[in-house]
């Protein structure tokens, strides 16, 4: 009789145990599916957005730089997360000002993305983008780290590395962006930083000089 | 070298040591430590100006007026030219794959006398200076410099560009030395040339001067420090932006 118990107290364990394995197994496969997922998506939000800016940089050569400016402008800003630059350039002091300087603070920083990527652009036409790897960072960020080479190998290759996160709606968008090891975020930060600091954190000196170099 | 210029030298280096050690002894520095800035400001205003007068004009027109391969024959023989640099501070930093490869690179390309890359870019070699072999040495970055006519520097940085300087002036025969310092003016058009887009691109920031300390320090970490360091700064970086995602 005991040893009977005993069998069915140990069937009962093993039951227990292949149950919490299956379990296990079907959740970890499911959350390493969603982790790769993810990472198709990050590296497909890039690869789009460089196709988009190709396009973009042969289609818009003849318009008139104030109209280019605007739809280099417009694909920008589908693919950044505006709010979390703005935030991460500006740290404590973004609290401090007010919605309109915060409205403001955003259309002087996507001026400045939009010119220095206007620079760039009919450069970017001629080169070719290849992912390389795309990693899974805390909970919340993913890298995709890629490359741009000249097809002709006139031009050494450049390293980028992409810092994306997904917002509420579950798309992607870049965060950062690294070229060879230096982040555009922490630069602007620094710079941000720097003339807030210097004017007691008045952010409407700082907006004067965002807007005058644009 | 004459007994003036060996006094002038020990001058530096015991300057930049200084200067190194008023630093703290932390080997990754804040972005902030800039304790000469005001100094600095004005030389990169200096800087700025000799720039825009000088140094873009001519590498504009030598951009314009030079055919693109025989530009990329100088900047193949300037580098095959810093390459002895490469050999000693990779050997000095027991880095013996890369010191290999570099000599073996620079024999080869010496055929040419460097301008013409034998090897065809398909060596990847770490540029190493002794700037690099300081840090490896745990030797602190020292606070932020712009020197007149160089551009951004750390102390511990100028320090390796003296003594690289010195290292080449001591292996090399007086002739090569002369060249060595004619080649200076042709590296600064070269380098000029190259980074023509970006440097044009910080004028127009906010502040100019942040701009570069940031690109350089940021720049020059990432080339000597270990993929340790780099990944420590990206964790730090990632908890940051997780707390403003939140």
């Known amino acids: 009789m005991l040893s009977l118990k005993s069998f069915w107290i140990r069937k009962k364990i093993s039951k227990f145990l292949n149950y919490t394995f299956l379990i296990f197994l079907i959740f970890n496969v499911n959350l390493n599916k969603s982790f790769s997922d993810n990472l198709e998506m990050g590296e497909a939000t890039i690869q789009q957005m460089i196709i988009e800016a190709q396009k973009h940089a042969i289609n818009t050569?003849?318009?008139?730089?104030?109209?280019?400016?605007l739809k280099i402008e417009l694909l920008i800003k589908k693919y950044i997360n505006l709010d979390f630059m703005s935030k991460?350039?500006?740290g404590t002091f973004w609290k401090?000002?007010?919605?309109?300087q915060r409205e403001k603070y955003k259309v002087a920083l996507l001026k400045q993305i939009v010119l220095s990527i206007e620079e760039h652009l009919n450069t970017l036409a001629k080169l070719s983008y290849k992912p390389i790897k795309s990693e899974r960072r805390g909970k919340k960020l993913i890298y995709v780290k890629g490359v741009i080479e000249d097809p002709a190998k006139k031009k050494p290759s450049v390293n980028l590395l992409w810092k994306l996160a997904a917002n509420k709606n579950g798309s992607f968008l870049i965060l950062d962006l690294e070229i060879e090891g230096i982040s555009l975020v922490s630069s602007q930060k620094a710079e941000s930083l720097s003339i807030l600091r210097k004017n007691r954190g008045n952010f409407d000196i700082l907006l004067n000089n965002m807007t005058r170099n644009n | 070298?004459?007994?003036?210029?060996?006094?002038?030298?020990?001058?530096?280096i015991t300057a930049a040591f200084i200067l190194n050690g008023c630093s703290s002894s932390n080997k990754h520095v804040s972005e902030n430590k800039d304790p000469f800035e005001k100094m600095n400001r004005n030389v990169f205003q200096f800087n700025k100006y000799v720039d825009k007068k000088i140094l873009s004009p001519i590498s504009k027109t030598y951009v314009t007026q030079v055919p693109a391969k025989i530009r990329l024959g100088v900047s193949n023989h300037l580098q095959w030219m810093d390459a002895p640099n490469t050999i000693i501070n990779s050997a000095l930093q027991t880095d013996m794959e890369n010191t290999i490869l570099a000599s073996a690179k620079f024999l080869l390309n010496g055929l040419s006398l460097g301008f013409y890359d034998l090897d065809k870019g398909e060596t990847v070699i770490k540029k190493r200076d002794f700037g690099s072999t300081l840090a490896n040495l745990n030797v602190s970055e020292g606070p932020f410099l712009m020197v007149p006519f160089i551009g951004p520097k750390t102390t511990r940085d100028l320090t390796g560009t003296i003594l690289d300087r010195q290292n080449m002036a001591k292996l090399s025969s007086n002739s090569i030395d002369d060249i060595n310092l004619a080649e200076i003016p042709i590296n600064m058009i070269d380098k000029r040339s190259k980074m023509s887009k970006t440097i044009d691109n910080i004028y127009l920031s906010t502040d100019p001067y942040i701009k570069v300390r940031s690109f350089y320090l940021q720049n020059r970490r990432n080339e000597i420090y270990s993929k340790?360091?780099?990944?420590?700064?990206?964790?730090n970086l990632d908890a940051e932006f997780e707390k403003f995602l939140d």
């Open chain 1, 88 to 90: 991460a350039t500006t």
């Open chain 2, 1 to 12: 070298m004459t007994k003036k210029y060996k006094i002038l030298f020990i001058k530096c």
């Open chain 2, 228 to 235: 340790k360091y780099i990944e420590n700064k990206n964790n």
């Open chain 1, 61 to 69: 050569i003849k318009l008139e730089p104030n109209v280019r400016s």
């Open chain 1, 96 to 100: 401090k000002a007010s919605e309109i």
